[in-house]
């Protein structure tokens, strides 16, 4: 990395050609933004370099950059750029370069900005912010797709959510559904992630936030598949090239990590990496089956110990599959009942104040509210579908009693918004469909979610 000064004038000099553009697959995303760096994420044609230039707001005379080569050989080439020694509470603008050609049709105007974090710690109150959220992203492509009407919706949900002011968004899973064309070879997964990501009508969004990624099933693998997918290592590989989370896991296994921001812990779950087998027995001689696993013991004693570290206001575990719905019929956690209750028993025993859940999968959204005996109850907030299709409810969940509100047969996203003084700090969440028009809304304080003091 190195100033530009004079050089970097003579590069944005250089005439636009379609050509430099059609190197460009698609990006800019903006990554994780902290006090002093930030990720930038681009994919460009195999075999071009592409640079990152950026500079404080206003300030281009003095940018630096960051540049990488891809090589012919690859198959597709996403690339992360990591901007370094950054200022705190800064507004920084950048713009791509790929083959040293400015890609913005007007090369004297940035293609995206950012803002560093502010260091409010032991200096302020905590920051009021939003972040948005959602899950099941299908993009039709109807050369592989099963017959008959298309199962991805309205993509320009996608503008919406871009117009959208908030910090970051946080994908919950199923961000792309591998097909039967996908699913069984390496190539076949890292071109799916390609297609879907390259379409044009989210192009404003990556660069619009923050993004942060978990799988589900569909964008891990086959429908419904766990810990025995033959290329769950590829899977990964996939999934990491095309998102650019904080960290993946710890020992090389998984895709866990979390978020800070401000007074919010957000702590990003796999229910994949490790998961049992769904068909494996709930209980062995009457007692919960210890060896069905959804999250596994490494990653359950990661959060544990995470939790309890947690000074955060708000603890939000996220996770592809429902955790507390008691009447679902499909995916919940519920359904590897050792694990369900080990962590029950846990938060109420460390009396773990501030703790929610966040979940997709489920081609609806909704609140689900669980009661607990002596201390607060337990909320679960299911975001779905971005694009993917909704289905009509039947059976036990169609008059839930544990739902506090619910968005149905409609694609809609989620808003988080934190905000307030010291000890009245209010989580406020919003749905919203596919043209930004408010769906639904629900709230709740700080102190609604502590263990009572007796």
Same mark, same amino acid.
């Given at each position: 990395? /190195? ?117 409010? @710690?032991?200096?302020? *109150? ?11 992203? +299908? ?6 797709? /099963? ?94 090239? +095309? ?82 719905? *008691? ?9 590897? *009942? ?37 201390? +607060? *109850? ?32 409609? @694609? ?43």
């Amino acid at each position: 990395m /190195r100033k530009l000064h004079f050089y970097f004038s003579l590069l944005l000099i250089v005439c636009f050609t379609a050509s430099s553009r059609a190197q460009l697959i698609s990006g800019p995303m903006l990554g994780p933004v902290e006090y002093r760096t930030a990720k930038i994420w681009v994919e460009v044609k195999p075999g071009s370099s592409a640079t990152i230039a950026y500079w404080k707001k206003g300030d281009m005379l003095h940018a630096r950059m960051v540049n990488k080569t891809s090589s012919a050989n690859d198959w597709f080439s996403p690339m992360i750029f990591d901007l370094v020694d950054l200022e705190v509470n800064t507004v920084y603008e950048y713009q791509v370069l790929v083959n040293n050609k400015v890609i913005a049709m007007n090369k004297f105007k940035a293609d995206g900005t950012f803002s560093t974090k502010d260091l409010w @710690q032991w200096r302020k *109150p905590a920051p009021d912010f939003s972040f948005l959220t959602g899950s099941c992203a +299908y993009i039709n492509e109807p050369s592989v797709d /099963r017959p008959g009407k298309p199962y991805g919706g309205d993509s320009s949900i996608f503008e919406s959510m871009a117009k959208e002011k908030a910090a970051f968004m946080v994908w919950l899973g199923d961000e792309w559904y591998t097909r039967e064309v996908d699913y069984f070879d390496e190539w076949g997964l890292w071109n799916r992630a390609h297609h879907d990501r390259k379409i044009p009508v989210i192009q404003n969004f990556l660069k619009s936030m923050s993004h942060y990624a978990i799988w589900d099933d569909h964008d891990f693998g086959p429908n419904d598949i766990g810990g025995n997918y033959i290329l769950k290592d590829a899977s990964k590989k996939v999934f990491t090239n +095309y998102w650019c989370n904080t960290s993946w896991g710890m020992n090389g296994q998984g895709i866990y990590s979390m978020i800070s921001y401000g007074d919010v812990d957000v702590f990003l779950m796999d229910d994949r990496w490790f998961r049992s087998a769904d068909e494996t027995k709930d209980s062995v001689n009457g007692k919960p089956n210890t060896d069905k696993h959804m999250w596994g013991k490494e990653q359950m004693e990661w959060l544990k110990n995470s939790l309890l570290y947690s000074k955060a206001t708000f603890k939000i575990i996220a996770t592809g599959s429902q955790v507390l719905n *008691p009447v679902s019929p499909f995916d919940r956690m519920l359904d590897f *009942p050792a694990e369900y209750y080990d962590l029950m028993n846990f938060l109420k025993e460390n009396a773990v104040d501030g703790v929610l859940f966040l979940t997709g999968d489920r081609h609806h959204s909704e609140i689900i509210k669980v009661k607990r005996e002596g201390t +607060y *109850p337990l909320i679960d907030v299911t975001s779905s579908p971005l694009t993917s299709g909704t289905h009509v409810f039947g059976g036990v969940e169609k008059n839930n009693p544990y739902r506090e509100l619910g968005i149905d047969q409609k @694609q809609n996203y989620t808003k988080f918004t934190f905000n307030g003084a010291r000890n009245q700090r209010k989580l406020t969440v919003e749905f919203f469909g596919v043209k930004g028009d408010k769906l639904g809304e629900w709230s709740v304080n700080e102190n609604e979610l502590k263990t009572a003091v007796k």
